[in-house]
């Protein structure tokens, strides 16, 4: 009995030391739009959804490295380098945790960067969660992406669609309708970048629609993440599904992403179109999107695929 | 026999009506999105309708003789036009206030009361109806209005998750709506030719 006992509170010392040691905080918060975690371990914060599947990783920061990209398919977004090199004017829709704005802003300082996040807790949390500060090289909208689309006139170079609630996406932001609303703010070699994933039924009904509004799509598997990065540009020639006409991205900026982001890796992410299956699949658009009956997320960030 | 098909004309009221507000958010995603505040919107216009509309209905199944023919037959017309506005228009309607008005919450609830206020009021003026009806046969009032209401909030349920599980996911909203306006037309006139039956069921 005496040994059992030993076992035991050996077990509970452990385990408080071990929680002691690897949380330095767990904080939830029920917003209006969202069920949000942040946890905090060692230098390392990142921002959960809650979701029916469990909690999808939305965003992650190290404060002692705030340029390392920690969410694999963040990543994977600078592809639209090789489609526009020159990002001047950015829209990422949807802010998370801003884990792609920092090494951005570090490599364009120049660039304006305009994030549109609907829910002002998630701003907030990321401003005293996760040391992101809006500038007026970064500055944040607090409203619906497609609104800020709509009523915006701003040519954008590169054009992010990054946007989640608990692991799915809004279907208004899915269809035929909102990607050639977001092609009308291209500009003529603009990009348009939304993160996919792949293992859904949406995956190949994402793909479909997007096609139908550009003519030209790349896309990009994050490794062992289940995200697709889908790249596209509203433009025919040059056939910019070939690599050998991607742009040789700038050596300017090589020394800020310096083992933070291979560009050579990130090229050879690139996969081939499924399409068989993108034939088969529905298009999405505002009159028929059940895209919350076709799964948008069966990966979280975290897992292995 | 008429009975059952009575109760089945009820419950049919129940699923147009909160059918038609899982639709109406379809309609309303694409210009405000589908964030609680529009669904807030939503559901109050709708219960809005639903008190406004008890209110007329009783009112109206105290009427006498062609002063409640009358009134029935302007509620029926005003539900049918209405439905018929929203599938045909109503997409068009939504741009067109999204343009107009640039707040948010005053273009949800502006939208929500031209495309969604009407018809649901002028359906929602049957309920009382239907209690007077039963009230007419025999029934005693509390039963009947137990009835009534108990057999239309099940409609209600079938409506709501016989359109989000099984009409979104396989139809476009577009065609959901004519569907819609089909099934009020059928619906209504039934409901008419129940409601000016004098003989017992």
Known sequence: MKILRCILGLAVASASLAAAEAGNYVESFDTIYNSLTIERTGSVVELRARSRRGEALESAVDLSDPLKLMVAYTRSLYAGLFFQPKPSRVLMIGLGGAGFHRLFSAAYPDSLLQSVELDPKVLELCETRMGFKPTGKMPVALTDGRMFVKRDKTQWDWIILDAFRGGFVPPHLKTEEFYRECAGRLSDRGVFISNLHSGTELFHSDIKTIRAVFPQVVLFETEGRGNVIACAVKYLTPDMTQPQNWAAVEKAVAHVFEGRLDLTALKAERMAIPKKQVERARLLTDDFSPVEFLDAMKTNNTGPK | ?201
């Open chain 2, 1 to 201: 026999m008429s009975l059952l098909v009575f109760y089945l004309v009820v419950v049919t009221l129940g699923i147009l009506s909160m059918g038609f507000q899982m639709l109406g958010s379809r309609l309303l995603s694409p210009h405000f999105g589908s964030a609680i505040d529009v669904w807030a919107c939503l559901i109050s216009t709708f219960l809005a309708a639903f008190s406004i509309g008890s209110m007329a209905g009783g009112v109206i199944s105290n009427l006498e003789g062609a002063a409640r023919r009358r009134s029935q037959l302007i509620c029926a017309l005003a539900a049918v036009v209405s439905l018929a506005v929203t599938a045909l228009f109503g997409r068009a309607l939504v741009g067109q206030i999204e343009i107009a008005v640039t707040a948010v919450l005053p273009g949800v609830l502006a939208s929500c009361l031209a495309l969604f206020f009407v018809p649901v009021t002028a359906l929602s003026t049957f309920s009382p109806q239907c209690v007077q009806f039963l009230a007419q046969r025999g029934t005693a009032p509390g039963k009947a209005s137990g009835l009534v209401y108990g057999v239309s909030t099940l409609g209600n349920i079938a409506g709501v998750m016989l359109t989000t599980f099984v009409l979104i996911p396989h139809f476009r909203v577009s065609t959901l709506l004519y569907i819609w306006l089909a099934v009020a037309v059928l619906n209504l006139a039934a409901l008419l030719r129940f409601l000016r039956t004098p003989t017992s069921l």
